[in-house]
């Protein structure tokens, strides 16, 4: 596999990268900062990345940069067959609403922006008869839900548009898996309360690396998310508005 | 804000712990670093009620590696398990390694661990190259022996309070293979024990005694003696060892560890392991017994559990091995865990535990004012022969008697007046046996 992965310094982008170090992939890395990206570059590569592994900043606030970013990991890989975007903003329901400028980055960052990378990564791979895109959501986009209306909005876009692109391009050769974590124990979630079925960022990397092998569309993890999620779904309005779920 | 403790859960302190894969970061004016919270006592807790305390465990990254000279660079969070199950299976290991492998690089330089190779390979930090630290004035710097001599050797065993440990540079061994030959005897008595601990220093690499801490009178001392080196390609199995998955400990509403099932437990201990055996095993059964047992410590219940260890000089007198067991047995100590082994030379860590002699490492249950009095006696006993205790273990010594079984203290103290003289970093362990100000 030659995979670019966005947000792979941290949480269960480093996790799912160093599976794919592991298994001898070739790999490119963007994200911010750059010191960090090549302290994760050494990691990659001393746990076994086939040939040196690449990095460039690209911050998911800056969408002006994003298809220099993927030209480059282009050519450094000899042509991706993958992109996996773990890259994202987070931030509690009571700061999105008093911080509005905040709220506009994490908005921008994780839906618009998002959606910009992945065109742009979607026409570099469509060019060459397909490959993998995985596309880290979260089961905040599921419902409207009091703790994430915020949150959950620019996500429930982003789950949207990927759903409308794998249905689209599949028959392309674009397979595109969208992964939805419930609560996962990394810094994005530190200092939260882990509610039961906490997983962890190593075995949702192990769950989304068999979801990339198998095409797979929709990953929930952990998995008993997926069975909340189904009921969180069915759940009639005048519930959802009493419970602060 | 958060209730922090040590491996055995005593004692507990409120304090905010800060996580980060940014460890340098968080490390910013926090009052320590801790790794996976192994020590059993206080030592990685925060001094001040409320402290804050940066964690490393997401700093896990390989930052170097050099196959040619062994030599690994990585961020002070990389666990020992990781960096096993990564670097065996390369024909690499460290050259030290502790009885757990949930440990952090940082941790392991902090506590100066030792094993079972102690009388031959010296203390971790023995193999440590350089370190880069947060030191307590904010800076970060590389700190080496040439670079900075009085602050590096009191880093290696100085217990976190010199300055955050961000990155760790440390020599590894080649192994011939990642598999141990082990041979193992059963002993009869404390004469017994000792001489087969000593006996097998002379000949082996690896070394340690499981005793039977309740086994009194002409009994006193039995267990049985384990040796061992790592396996030649020719006798080892061709693939390298899998790590194995773990197996959880619920929480408990009470200890399972008392007098009488200890009793049970080292009789059961003594007839599984006393045979005499030969062969190879796989270094998880040799190092690392307890980690196929998570949350092993929740055995000891809700009241957690304290851990000694001590060493013992035997040069001048070498009846005061006995003279510890008839303490221990006479007040009574419940211990499933009891190992004895033989150390060597003092390490050039300022703090570090090891030096010559007889080491003892006993995990007791809590059992309040009991369990203070038997350390008291043990200590007076270890302060008589010249020895002392090992501060990665402790949650119970009088800071009087640590005073005065550690001579090298001034010189440890001397350092940290000129790297920290606002004391900015502190822990429960400094405030209990250093005097510093909480």
Request: with cysteine; proline share 6%.
């Amino acid at each position: 596999m030659k995979a670019v992965l966005l947000g792979a310094t941290s949480g269960m982008g480093r996790a799912l990268s160093r599976l794919l170090a592991e298994r001898g992939d070739s790999l490119f890395i963007l994200g911010i900062p750059a010191d960090d990206l090549t302290r994760s570059a050494r990691d990659l590569e001393e746990r076994g990345a086939k040939g040196p592994v690449g990095t460039l900043e690209c911050d998911l606030l800056n969408p002006s940069g994003f298809d220099a970013a993927l030209a480059r990991a282009d050519d450094a890989l000899g042509g991706f067959d993958t992109v996996v975007v773990t890259a994202g903003l987070f931030a509690s329901q009571e700061r999105l609403e008093a911080d509005s400028e905040f709220c506009r980055k994490l908005l921008a960052a994780n839906f618009t922006n998002t959606v910009l990378f992945c065109e742009a990564a979607r026409k570099r791979l469509l060019a060459r008869g397909g490959g993998t895109l995985c596309v880290f959501s979260s089961v905040a986009g599921e419902r409207g839900r009091k703790p994430v209306v915020l949150y959950g909005a620019a996500k429930a876009g982003l789950s949207h548009y990927l759903e409308g692109l794998d249905h689209k391009f599949r028959a392309q050769g674009l397979v595109t898996v969208t992964v939805k974590p419930g609560f996962v124990k990394t810094s994005m979630t530190e200092g939260l309360k882990p509610p039961p079925f906490a997983g962890e960022p190593e075995g949702v990397a192990r769950q989304v690396l068999r979801a990339i092998e198998r095409g797979t569309p929709v990953v929930y993890a952990p998995p008993p998310w997926a069975l909340v999620m189904l009921v969180i779904r069915a759940l009639p309005r005048f519930v959802m508005r009493r419970i602060g779920f | 804000m958060s209730q922090l403790s040590g491996w055995g859960r005593f004692p507990v302190v409120e304090g905010i712990e800060r996580v980060s894969e940014n460890f340098e970061a968080a490390t910013a004016g926090a009052e320590l670093s801790r790794g996976l919270g192994r020590s059993y006592g206080d030592a990685s807790l925060p001094g001040t009620r409320g402290g804050v305390v940066a964690r490393s465990t997401r700093a896990d990254r390989l930052l170097a590696f050099a196959p040619a000279t062994g030599v690994l660079r990585a961020e002070a969070g990389l666990s020992l398990r990781e960096l096993n199950r990564i670097f065996l299976a390369r024909g690499f290991a460290t050259p030290v390694s502790p009885g757990t492998q949930y440990v952090t690089l940082g941790g392991m330089v902090a506590s100066d661990v030792h094993g079972g190779n102690h009388h031959v390979a010296g203390t971790f930090g023995e193999h440590v190259r350089s370190l880069r630290m947060r030191v307590p004035d904010g800076r970060v710097l590389e700190v080496s022996a040439q670079s900075e001599p009085d602050l590096f050797l009191a880093t290696l065993g100085g217990m976190g309070l010199t300055g955050h440990i961000l990155e760790v540079e440390v020599q590894l061994e080649r192994i011939p293979s990642a598999w141990i030959y082990r041979e193992s005897r059963r002993v009869r008595d404390l004469d017994e024990l000792v001489e087969a601990s000593l006996e097998g220093s002379r000949h082996w690499p690896l070394t340690k005694c499981w005793f039977d801490s309740t086994a009194r009178g002409a009994k006193m001392g039995r267990g049985f003696s384990i040796v061992g080196r790592w396996a030649e390609p020719g006798e080892a199995p061709a693939s390298p060892p899998e790590l194995h998955e773990r197996i959880a400990v619920p929480p408990l509403p009470l200890g399972l560890v008392n007098a009488l099932t200890v009793r049970v437990f080292n009789e059961f201990w003594l007839a599984l392991h006393g045979r005499e055996r030969k062969g190879v095993v796989h270094p998880q059964a040799f190092f690392w017994p307890l980690d196929g047992l998570l949350h092993w410590n929740r055995l000891y219940g809700p009241r957690g559990f304290a851990q000694y260890q001590c060493v013992l000089p035997i040069d001048r007198d070498p009846r005061v091995v006995h003279r510890f067991f008839e303490v221990m047995t006479r007040l009574g100590c419940p211990s499933p865990v009891s190992v004895l082994k033989d150390c060597g030379a003092q390490g050039r860590g300022l703090l570090s535990f090891p030096k010559p002699g007889i080491s003892i490492a006993l995990d007791v249950p809590l059992r309040g004012a009991r369990t203070q009095q038997l350390v008291d006696a043990l200590n007076d006993v270890v302060l008589a022969a010249g020895g002392r205790i090992y501060l990665a273990k402790d949650a119970l010594t009088r800071a009087e008697h640590f005073r005065a079984m550690e001579p090298r203290l001034p010189r440890f103290e001397e350092v940290r007046r000129k790297w920290d003289p606002e004391r900015r970093m502190k822990s429960a362990l400094s405030v209990r046996v250093l005097g510093d100000v909480p």
